[in-house]
């Protein structure tokens, strides 16, 4: 039995994270899947598995999960657990993956994952044009409403295709660093064409840092300087693209997902109404809950924005922080914003030598700068993946050492 769960093991994992983007349609395998791995785990990790768990990062996180349960236990904000069994999402994908050994097999599931979207994506988009007779791309309704999940974390898987790609890219020729460089160009376009903003900030911000690594030359500098240039240049468009979103009904008539299409705008008034809350509520060691935290942002929408249509929209839709660090600092406390924050700054102190989970890490920050990540299921699947990078990125480093030594 155990052979035979050790087998079958490593390809639920990459089957979960294979189809995390269809959740919406196949709403109940992956809920299947984690039971699977929940359930074989026991019979096949291994004592020396765990010795994985052995670096700080984790630990760090492990503790800042622990307080989120501790803290709304003894505030009796039972309701959080809504929230907080997304984060535990996160840490328990951590430990499912110990008896993998071959992270390549979940690389792959990222990719293929990525492209499977994209595939479908286009399938919309084409099905969507040929029943309206138009064609139009960028932040049209008919792009958003063709997306398979949210532009948003559709962005963030492609980014994920992206660096995994690069980073398995041999320097001397091998057979599938033309299939990486594919996938890499589809990737990219795909993020063009949907005009996903975050995720082309991101792409520039992963190409500032990678030249970092590497060896030192004159050409760097010059990339450098451009990816920072681009990502002023980028961060421009974004703040001024809130100037069409209360236009003319007419001119802006939508089909679903593009009512939650994340605007500068949007967040500048969220975080208005934060500093107004936390200017209210004063400093907090335990914070006011997640349930608190949306019912204070709600009463503040309802109280200062004075114009009604966009009063409506922001309640209608209960928009939350936009801010991962924001959230847990108003819903959870001091306390759990500077555990989460030492565990960034120690994953990167831990890792700072090898760029994938560098990047993976300067992700994590930026992606948590603009949207609450753990209130979407989707978003603690992808903070699960770069707990396991951090992982292997900490092993293998570890292990290097040893060698040296």
Not at 171 to 189: G, S, V
Not at 219 to 230: C, D, E, L, S
Not at 317 to 346: C, K, M, P, R
Not at 353 to 372: D, G, R, T, V
Request: glycine content about 4%.
């Amino acid at each position: 039995m155990r052979i035979l769960l050790a087998a079958i093991y490593p390809y639920a994992f990459l089957l979960l994270y294979l189809i995390i983007p269809f959740d919406n349609y196949i709403r109940a395998l992956p809920n299947i899947l984690l039971g699977i791995l929940v359930v074989a785990f026991p019979f096949i990790v291994k004592k020396e598995d765990f010795k994985k768990l052995r670096s700080l990062p984790i630990a760090l996180f492990l503790a800042f999960f622990v307080f989120l349960c501790i803290n709304s236990f003894v505030t009796g904000r039972t309701e959080d657990f809504n929230i907080i069994k997304k984060v535990m999402i996160a840490v328990g994908l951590a430990f499912l993956y110990l008896p993998i050994s071959d992270v390549k097999k979940i690389n792959s599931a990222i990719i293929l994952s990525s492209l499977a979207a994209i595939l479908f994506s286009i399938y919309n988009f084409v099905l969507i044009a040929d029943a309206t007779g138009n064609f139009a791309l960028g932040e049209s309704p008919q792009v958003v409403e063709s997306l398979l999940i949210d532009r948003l974390y559709l962005g963030l898987l492609s980014t994920f295709s992206i660096l995994i790609s690069y980073q398995a890219i041999k320097r001397k020729f091998h057979p599938n660093n033309n299939y990486y460089l594919a996938n890499i160009l589809i990737n990219t376009l795909f993020i063009i064409v949907i005009a996903s903003k975050v995720a082309l900030v991101t792409l520039f911000v992963l190409v500032l840092i990678r030249q970092f690594y590497g060896q030192r030359k004159v050409w760097k500098i010059t990339i450098a300087i451009g990816a920072m240039v681009a990502v002023v240049g980028l961060f421009f468009i974004m703040k001024n693209e809130s100037a069409n979103r209360h236009a003319p009904e007419e001119t802006r008539k939508t089909f679903g997902f593009i009512e939650n299409s994340m605007t500068y705008e949007l967040r500048a008034v969220v975080w208005e109404c934060f500093a107004k809350i936390t200017d209210v509520e004063g400093f907090t060691l335990t914070g006011i809950g997640f349930e608190g935290t949306n019912a204070k942002l709600l009463s503040c929408y309802e109280s200062h924005i004075p114009n009604l249509e966009k009063r409506e929209e922001f309640i209608a839709n209960e928009y939350n922080t936009h801010n991962q660090f924001l959230d847990f600092y108003l819903s959870a406390g001091f306390i759990a914003l500077l555990l989460f924050l030492v565990f960034v700054v120690v994953s990167f102190l831990s890792v700072r030598k090898q760029f994938l989970p560098s990047a993976m890490l300067a992700i994590l920050i930026m992606y948590c700068s603009i949207e609450n990540v753990f209130h979407r299921q989707i978003g603690a699947y992808y903070i699960g993946f770069i707990l396991i990078v951090i992982i292997t990125s900490s092993q293998s480093l570890e292990n290097k050492e040893i060698k040296e030594t």
